[in-house]
Antibody, heavy 118, light 113 residues
Framework: QVQLVESGGGVVEPGRSLRLSCAASGFTLSSYGMHWVRQAPGKGLEWVAIIWFDENDTRYADSVKGRFTVSRDISKNTLYLEMDSLRAEDTAVYYC???????????WGQGTLVTVSS | DVVMTQSPLSLPVTLGQPASISCRSSQSLVHSDGNTYLNWFQQRPGQSPRRLIYKVSNRDSGVPDRFSGSGSGTDFTLKISRVEAEDVGVYYCMQGTQWPPWTFGQGTKVEIK
């Protein structure tokens, strides 16, 4: 069955970097788009980024453009989110979610918490 | 960007009674392909979001038939015919017609009176 497991969250100082991972099973990453969506503590959902079938086709929210990079490793069937120049406002639970074109995000991971604090 | 506005933001409901959540978009969600990419998600306390409805009115596998979605253009509704205790949580609408970005409503918290 489809499963998404995020990892890599933790506490990081402002200005530093962190890489999140999302291990996929039950399907092949290259056959789907993959989102990153975040949720600040006690707040709503905010879309962050997507990588499409063509790994060079990536899109970002304005709030993270130029600082975050989404990528994938097909051999490991794993999605990544490289986060640079982190700010306090990036503090959130980060979810990966599978995108089925024409249908939208269907499966979501359990999330990983990133806390940006000195 | 398309702004999604939900109402109410808080919805106390009596068990067994119906509930209705409204979602309005700042622009039409009808895509050039004729489809309307409006989804509804449920997030129970401490859990990840779970999709309930896609393309306005299509229920996902395993979603109870007490959940239904309707609407068109810029005006959409999620209805729960008879609220059960397991329906407590926050409900979000999300548009996937005009992207990037994909945008969510603020969320509606459903609780039992």
């Amino acid at each position: 069955q489809v499963q998404l497991v995020e990892s890599g969250g933790g506490v990081v100082e402002p200005g530093r970097s962190l890489r999140l991972s999302c291990a996929a099973s039950g399907f092949t990453l290259s056959s789907y788009g993959m989102h990153w969506v975040r949720q600040a503590p006690g707040k709503g959902l905010e879309w962050v980024a997507i990588i499409w079938f063509d790994e060079n086709d990536t899109r970002y929210a304005d709030s993270v453009k130029g600082r975050f990079t989404v990528s994938r490793d097909i051999s490991k069937n794993t999605l990544y989110l490289e986060m640079d120049s982190l700010r306090a406002e990036d503090t959130a639970v980060y979810y990966c979610a599978r995108e089925v074109p024409g249908v939208g995000p269907d499966y979501w991971g359990q999330g990983t918490l990133v806390t940006v604090s000195s | 960007d398309v702004v999604m506005t939900q109402s109410p933001l808080s919805l106390p409901v009596t068990l067994g009674q119906p509930a209705s959540i409204s979602c309005r978009s700042s622009q039409s969600l009808v895509h050039s392909d004729g489809n309307t990419y409006l989804n509804w998600f449920q997030q129970r306390p401490g859990q990840s979001p779970r999709r309930l409805i896609y393309k306005v009115s299509n229920r996902d596998s395993g979603v109870p038939d007490r959940f239904s979605g309707s609407g068109s253009g810029t005006d959409f509704t999620l209805k729960i015919s008879r609220v059960e205790a397991e329906d407590v949580g926050v409900y979000y609408c999300m548009q996937g017609t005009q992207w990037p970005p994909w945008t969510f409503g603020q969320g509606t918290k459903v609780e039992i009176k």
